[in-house]
């Protein structure tokens, strides 16, 4: 190989996370209805929360007046967490598919970068969430929910729920890929989609009971919803952000190391 050669070599990860990218976003092109299917859960848990439950928890709320208003303002923060956390469960599924029908040994196989492979399910992942994500604003938006973000805080509110799903995401590929099969890997991540629930997303922590409220403290889902309603709702952000942040960290850092080391097994 001469030295002119050399620094092309650079660019084939990249070319090859772009190939695999372009093959991600087909199959969900492809096959909507899992997408439907991840937006559905979240929706229904929306209208079930607001127009079921609304009147009720809101009036519930510290100083709330408007009872299920005031309640879609402060769910739609976790429902939208929610929404990330199905597309991850979606995420480990469709890696469980590629392992169970060999296609990831087939790419181990071939002469690509390696990580192109995982990196193209993550990115993909994480345009299929945002997509999502979207649809459950709008739908929160008619039910009652009303922001007072700005254009700033909109765009900061952006890039944390990515920031999120790209550390959430790399998890899911390593549940993918340590599930002995697809149906495995749909329930793996299932207490990613349950911590909302055991957090500050559905009610305050101070409400709930000692050991629980301890729980509901210090789990990474709370500074993570508290943040995203901060900066949705206009309010001061604290700590959250920066413990959320820390969290995102840890996961990214350790879903990535984990799904690396499962893909360059040899077994």
Not at 79 to 106: F, K, N, P, Y
Request: proline share 6%.
């Amino acid at each position: 190989m001469s030295v002119l050669d050399r620094p092309a070599l650079r660019f084939y990860p990249l070319r090859d996370s772009a190939t695999m990218l372009r093959r991600n976003l087909k199959h969900i092109v492809r096959y909507p209805s899992m997408t439907v299917l991840l937006v559905g859960m979240p929706i229904v848990f929306l209208l079930l929360f607001v127009y079921v439950l609304g009147g009720t928890m809101g009036a519930g709320l510290a100083g709330a007046s408007g009872g299920r208003a005031e309640y879609a303002n402060y769910v739609a923060p976790a429902i939208i967490l929610m929404t990330v956390t199905a597309t991850v469960q979606g995420t480990a599924i469709s890696v469980a598919m590629d392992l169970t029908e060999g296609v990831i040994a087939r790419f181990r196989t071939m002469h690509i970068a390696r990580v192109s492979v995982l990196t193209g399910h993550v990115i993909g992942s994480v345009i299929q969430a945002m997509f999502s994500v979207a649809l459950v604003i709008g739908v929160a938006l008619l039910v009652g929910f009303r922001p007072a973000a700005g254009p700033g805080e909109w765009l900061a509110a952006t890039g944390f729920l990515v920031v999120v799903t790209f550390a959430l995401v790399w998890l899911a590929v390593a549940l993918g890929q340590v599930s002995k099969s697809v149906e495995s890997a749909s329930n793996l991540p299932m207490p990613l989609v349950l911590l909302p629930f055991f957090g500050s997303g559905f009610v305050p922590t101070d409400s709930l009971p000692a050991g629980l409220r301890w729980f509901a403290e210090y789990q990474p889902f709370t500074p993570i919803i508290e943040t995203l309603r901060g900066l949705l709702m206009d309010k001061p952000l604290g700590d959250n952000a920066w413990l959320a942040l820390g969290w995102c960290a840890v996961i990214a850092l350790g879903g990535y190391l984990w799904s690396k080391k499962l893909f360059n097994r040899t077994d």
